[in-house]
């Protein structure tokens, strides 16, 4: 296999899912390594069982705790923050496609209440919740795993039994649904790169915004973000060009949205990045929707 073949492969694989409706693992860890940012083009549902694990999703962070449920966008970065190796990491990851969510939805409106409101990415399931949410993760595993007669119709009932709650919540302003830290220097970085994709974001520049030195914010986002900052700017960029891309901005002129100093410069960064360039993903992109629809 090429390897422009197998990037191509690895983006659909972490991008667009294989069912149209859902899929779910189980997975218990006892070596594992850092994982970077990313975002995938459905929503995530991670509830997580044990470890020492933070959790960044956008700019917030969360130190999560046995029977905490992430709730993560579309188009939303996030990545775990390990903060102690030796301790077995286990959580269920559920994947929802975004037509799945507007089907549950047009049933039940109020389903969608948590789309109105500012987001809340931590739903904590208090200690009596905590057995009933890990025994429907646990039971939908493994009808999944064996293809158990009608296990799609459990999978959008446990999704519907989540999100009834996760509303409720919201709704309530219970302190079950959390926000996650922004007092510190990374979130507030974080959030500038987010809020000035088309500004100058040199390491000189932000340093300046936020009265540090550059070597501090380099530091920082290895550390915490196992990235560097300018590969960080640069998968937040391309995702704003993505987007644009499928709201119909002529290919040639989504640079000058996104950041980037000319066309050519978002090509090259494009096409590095997702192995693919940017006319073939919009081919890819619909091909994925048919598969979805079938």
């Known amino acids: 296999m090429k ?18 409706d859902f899929e779910i693992e189980h997975a218990v860890d006892e070596n594992y390594h850092e994982v970077e940012p990313h975002y995938h083009e459905f929503y995530e549902m991670l509830f997580f069982v044990s470890g020492n694990v ?12 046995k029977g905490d449920l992430l709730i ?8 775990p923050i390990f903060l102690n190796f030796e301790v077995s990491y286990e ?3 559920l994947w929802i496609s975004v037509r799945t969510i507007d089907r549950l939805i047009m049933q039940d409106p109020d389903l969608g209440y948590f789309r109105g409101r500012k987001p809340m990415y931590l739903y904590h399931s208090r200690s009596e919740m905590w057995t009933g949410l890990n025994g429907s993760f646990l039971t939908l595993f493994n009808s999944y795993l ?11 009932s446990v999704i519907m039994q989540i999100l009834v709650q996760y ?7 219970s302190r ?8 510190t220097l990374l979130s507030g970085v974080l959030q500038y790169v987010r809020n000035n994709l088309t500004g100058d974001l040199s390491l000189d520049a932000v340093a ?17 973000m196992r990235i560097s900052y300018y590969q960080y700017v640069i998968q937040l960029r391309l995702l704003e060009g993505k987007n644009l891309i499928l709201a119909e901005v002529p290919i040639h002129k989504v640079w000058e949205s996104c950041g980037f100093s000319d066309h050519t410069a978002f090509y090259r960064a494009f096409r590095k990045w997702y192995g693919i360039s940017p006319s073939q993903f919009i081919k890819v992109h619909f091909e994925q929707l048919e598969k979805s629809e079938q």
């Open 146 to 156: 064996h293809q158990n007669p009608c296990y799609k119709s459990e999978g959008l």
């Open 176 to 183: 079950s649904v959390q926000e996650g830290s922004r007092e």
């Open 208 to 224: 300046a915004a936020f009265y540090t030195s550059k070597s501090h914010i380099s530091h920082l986002f290895k550390q915490e």
């Open 54 to 65: 933070d959790y960044f999703v956008a700019d917030e962070r969360f130190h999560l705790r």
């Open 3 to 20: 390897q422009s073949d197998e990037s191509r492969l690895s983006w659909l694989h972490k991008h667009y899912m294989v069912e149209k």
């Open 72 to 79: 993560i966008p579309p188009g939303t970065f996030h990545g």
């Open 91 to 93: 959580r269920f990851v």
């Open 167 to 173: 509303n409720r919540a919201i709704a309530a302003r």
